[in-house]
C-alpha cells in the first residue's frame, strides 16, 4: 500500500512539473496569445477563480498523497486531517461556481481613492489600514486584486478551521469532539457562505481575535499585537479589549496600546493624518441612513422599518435604536460578570468566561449588522454546547441555531431578523445555564462514542 502511494505521489510531481514546463514553454513560444489557445471560460464562470480554485484543489491532493505516502497520517491526526480536507475541498468547489463577487469593490475603490490622493469613499466603513495595505497592489486591476483577496480568504479559511478547533479545545471540549463540531460547523454555515462570497475580511479578521486568544498568556506581545491588527482591520473587535482588562495584565495592556498605536501610524506616514478624519466622517454617516435592509440585521434596520407602519420620526428611531444598544451593553456586561463569578466556561481565567457573551455585543452593536457579520458569534453559540442539559433549553438552542447559520439570506421580513434576536437569546442562554459548570449529558455522551469510534 506504501509503494503505491509513494509512486502514485511521484506521478502526481511528474503531472505537475509537466504541466508548469508546458505552460512555460507555451508562453515562451507565443505568449498569452499561446495560453489563451489551451483555455476557455465558461459561461457564468470567472476565469481567474477557476484556476486558482483548481490550481489550490490540485495542491492540497499532492499535500493528502504526500502525508499518506509518508504516513504521516496516523491514529491520532486522522481525524483533525480528514476534517481539514473535507471542509477545504468542499468550498473550493462552491466557491469555483461563483462569477460575482461583492464587498472587495468597495476596498478596491478606497484603495484606487488614496493611490490617487482622493477622499476615502463612503461606502468604505473601516480603519484606513486595509485600504492603505491594498493601495499596493492596485496596479494588478480589478481581477488581480480580486483574487490576491480570494486567495487571502481560502488561507483565512484554513486557518480557521485549525483555530477554531484549538480553541474549543482550550475550553475543554475533547479533540475528536472539536474535530467533528468545527466540521459540521463549517459545512453548514450561511455566514460563513456569505463572507467568502463576497471576499469579505471577516473571517481575517476572527482568526486574529482567536489567535489573540489562543496564545494569551505565553505571549503577551504576539496576542496584543494580533487583536490591535484585528481592531485596525474591522474596529468592533474593540469590545473584546474588555475581556483582556479583566485581567489587568499590565504588560498585555502596554503591548495593545504600542501595537494598536504603531499600526495606526503607518496609514498616516502613507496618505496623511486626513484619512482618519474621513473615516470619523463615514461612520458618522453610517449612523444617518434612513432606510431599511433586509439583510442588514441590525437594530439600526429593524427599527427604520418600523418608521412608516407606527409614523415614527426618523430622530425618534435613533434614539430608540441607541437605548435598545445600552440596553443590550449592559445585559452583556451582566451576564459576562455572572459568567466570570461562576467561571461557566472556564476554570482557567476571566479572559475565557468574558469573551463569549461580549462578541454577541461586539456584533449588534454596530450600526449595520450585514448577514456575513454572523460568524462572529461562533463562540458565543458553540461553546453553549457543554452547557445546555434540557430539553427546553435544548429546543431553543437548536432554533436559533438555525437562524443564525443555517437559514439562507433572503428579503421577507420578519424572517430576515432572525440574526438580530438569536445573538441575544444566546446571550439569555449563556446567563440561565451559568451555573451548568459540569459537561452537559450531550458533551459526556458524545465524547464516549467517539472514544470508542478512535479506538
Request: charged share 10%; no cysteine; proline share 4%.
Amino acid at each position: 500500500m506504501k509503494s503505491s502511494l509513494q509512486t502514485t505521489f511521484k506521478i502526481w510531481i511528474g503531472l505537475t512539473l509537466l504541466v508548469i514546463a508546458s505552460l512555460l514553454a507555451i508562453y515562451l513560444r507565443n505568449g498569452m496569445v499561446g495560453i489563451n489557445l489551451f483555455i476557455q471560460q465558461w459561461p457564468l464562470s470567472n476565469l481567474f477563480v477557476t484556476l486558482a480554485s483548481t490550481a489550490i484543489t490540485w495542491l492540497l491532493a499532492g499535500a493528502l498523497l504526500y502525508l499518506l505516502a509518508n504516513e504521516k497520517i496516523n491514529k491520532e491526526n486522522v481525524w483533525l486531517t480528514a476534517g481539514f480536507f473535507l471542509v477545504m475541498f468542499v468550498y473550493l468547489n462552491i466557491l469555483r461556481e461563483r462569477f460575482r463577487y461583492g464587498d472587495y469593490h468597495y476596498y478596491l475603490e478606497a484603495a484606487i481613492a488614496l493611490s490617487n490622493g482622493q477622499p476615502l469613499p463612503d461606502t468604505y466603513l473601516y480603519l484606513p489600514l486595509w485600504a492603505t495595505l491594498l493601495q499596493f497592489i492596485v496596479s494588478l486591476g480589478d481581477q488581480g486584486v480580486m483574487i490576491v483577496l480570494w486567495i487571502l480568504n481560502i488561507i483565512a479559511l484554513a486557518a480557521f478551521y485549525f483555530l477554531l478547533i484549538t480553541v474549543l479545545q482550550r475550553y475543554n471540549f475533547s479533540h475528536h469532539l472539536s474535530v467533528i463540531v468545527a466540521v459540521l460547523f463549517l459545512l453548514i454555515n450561511t455566514p460563513l457562505m456569505r463572507t467568502l462570497g463576497f471576499i469579505q475580511v471577516n473571517l481575517l479578521t476572527l482568526d486574529l481575535i482567536l489567535l489573540s486568544l489562543l496564545v494569551y498568556p505565553k505571549n503577551t506581545l504576539l496576542s496584543a499585537l494580533t487583536l490591535a491588527l484585528a481592531v485596525h482591520l474591522k474596529t468592533s473587535p474593540a469590545v473584546i479589549v474588555l475581556a483582556f482588562l479583566l485581567e489587568f495584565n499590565w504588560k498585555w495592556l502596554f503591548w495593545f496600546a504600542v501595537s494598536f498605536l504603531a499600526i495606526g501610524i503607518f496609514p498616516i506616514a502613507v496618505n496623511g493624518i486626513d484619512v482618519y478624519f474621513q473615516y470619523v466622517n463615514n461612520a458618522v454617516l453610517l449612523t444617518q441612513i434612513p432606510d431599511t435592509n433586509f439583510h442588514d440585521t441590525s437594530f439600526d434596520s429593524f427599527l427604520r422599518f418600523l418608521n412608516p407602519f407606527f409614523g415614527i420620526q426618523i430622530t425618534q428611531t435613533r434614539i430608540m435604536v441607541l437605548v435598545a444598544k445600552v440596553i443590550l451593553l449592559i445585559a452583556t456586561i451582566f451576564v459576562m460578570v455572572q459568567n466570570i463569578r461562576e467561571r461557566s466556561f472556564s476554570k482557567e481565567n476571566r479572559l475565557l468566561n468574558a469573551m463569549p457573551p461580549l462578541f454577541v455585543f461586539m456584533t449588534l452593536g454596530s450600526p449595520i449588522v450585514w448577514d456575513h457579520h454572523g460568524i462572529f458569534v461562533t463562540l458565543a453559540f458553540l461553546l453553549l454546547l457543554k452547557r445546555i442539559d434540557t430539553p427546553a433549553h435544548w429546543m431553543i438552542f437548536l432554533s436559533i441555531y438555525f437562524f443564525q447559520f443555517m437559514l439562507p439570506s433572503f428579503d421577507f421580513f420578519p424572517w430576515s431578523y432572525g440574526r438580530l434576536f438569536a445573538p441575544m437569546i444566546a446571550l439569555w442562554l449563556m446567563y440561565v445555564t451559568r451555573e451548568n459548570k459540569e459537561p452537559s449529558p450531550f458533551i459526556t455522551s458524545a465524547n464516549q462514542s467517539l472514544a470508542r469510534l478512535s479506538n
